[in-house]
C-alpha cells in the first residue's frame, strides 16, 4: 500500500519545481547561497533541496615554483629519533597534470554564495561555481 503523505511531499515538490522553472523561465543564470538543507535562490522564495552541481575534469598546469621546507627520514641508527633534516630548498619543473578532478559539490558549505544555471525549462538547477566578493580591500 502506498503512503498517502509520500505521495502528498512528491506532489508538493512537482509543483515547487514547477513554480521555480515558471519563475526562473528565461533568466540565463541566477545568483544564490547555498544553505544547511539545500539552496537558495536570490529571486526565488522557495529553497531547492534538489540541485546539480558541475564537475570538471581538468589538466592543472603547474609553473616552476619552490617550497622550503624540512624531510624527516624514517627512524634508523643514523636517525634514531626520525629527526627532520635541516631547512632546504625543493625546486619543481613546470608540469602539465592530466585528468584533475574539481570536485565543487564536496567543497560548497552553508552560506557561500553561487552561481546557478537554470535547465530543462526551470525543472532542474546546476550550480556552476562557487562566487566571491572581490573587495576584500
Known amino acids: ?24 523561465a528565461g533568466v540565463p543564470a541566477e545568483l544564490g547561497t547555498i544553505t ?13 533541496q534538489d540541485y546539480l552541481v558541475a564537475d570538471f575534469l581538468t589538466t592543472l598546469h603547474l609553473p616552476a615554483f ?13 636517525n ?27 567543497g560548497l558549505m552553508p552560506g557561500e554564495r553561487v552561481l546557478v544555471m537554470p535547465t530543462n525549462g526551470g525543472a532542474d538547477f546546476v550550480v556552476l561555481c562557487r562566487v566571491v566578493n572581490n573587495n576584500n580591500g
Not at 500500500?1 to 526562473?24: H, N, W, Y
Open 1 to 24: 500500500m502506498t503512503d498517502p503523505f509520500q505521495e502528498m511531499v512528491q506532489s508538493f515538490r512537482a509543483q515547487i519545481r514547477k513554480g521555480a522553472g515558471e519563475a526562473l
Open 36 to 48: 544547511e538543507t539545500g539552496l537558495k535562490l536570490d529571486n526565488f522564495r522557495d529553497e531547492i
Open 66 to 78: 619552490y617550497l622550503i621546507g624540512t624531510t624527516v627520514l624514517p627512524d634508523s641508527e643514523d
Open 80 to 106: 634514531p629519533n626520525g629527526a627532520p633534516s635541516p631547512r632546504t630548498r625543493f625546486d619543481f619543473e613546470p608540469s602539465l597534470i592530466q585528468d584533475v578532478r574539481v570536485n565543487l559539490a564536496a
